[in-house]
Nanobody
Framework: QVQLVESGGGLVQAGGPLRLSCISS????????MGWFRQAPGKERELVAA????????SYADSVKGRFTISRDNAKNTVYLQMNSLKPEDTAVYYC?????????????????WGQGTQVTVSS
């Protein structure tokens, strides 16, 4: 059974950094792509960043390009989201998710496994 546990959310001032972590268990982490999603109140869940199985390919939403970095440590079964220059519009619940594929997937439906989410609040 695949389990994903996020950590690192919290309250931060605009312009500040925050790093999210997600540790995976239940299968061979290094074989599968990972993604970070977010969902703000009243909005649809959106893909923020994704990474392939070995970390040499990444993809970002236009709204976070140049500010967020996704990375993974396959030895630690962990994926990270480094968020810099945070803006109030980044406020959302952030979810870690994983697919059944090695390469990056862009649709929510391709992510069958999800963490419980962690709240990120950016104050202005």
């Amino acid at each position: 059974q695949v389990q994903l546990v996020e950590s690192g959310g919290g309250l931060v001032q605009a312009g500040g950094p925050l790093r999210l972590s997600c540790i995976s268990s239940g299968r061979t982490f290094s074989r599968y792509s990972m993604g970070w999603f977010r969902q703000a109140p009243g909005k649809e869940r959106e893909l923020v960043a994704a990474i392939n199985y070995n970390g040499d390919s990444t993809s970002y939403a236009d709204s976070v390009k140049g500010r967020f970095t996704i990375s993974r440590d396959n030895a630690k079964n962990t994926v990270y989201l480094q968020m810099n220059s945070l803006k109030p519009e980044d406020t959302a619940v952030y979810y870690c998710a994983t697919t059944k594929y090695s390469f990056i997937q862009f649709k929510v439906e391709e992510y069958p496994y999800w963490g419980q989410g962690t709240q990120v609040t950016v104050s202005s």
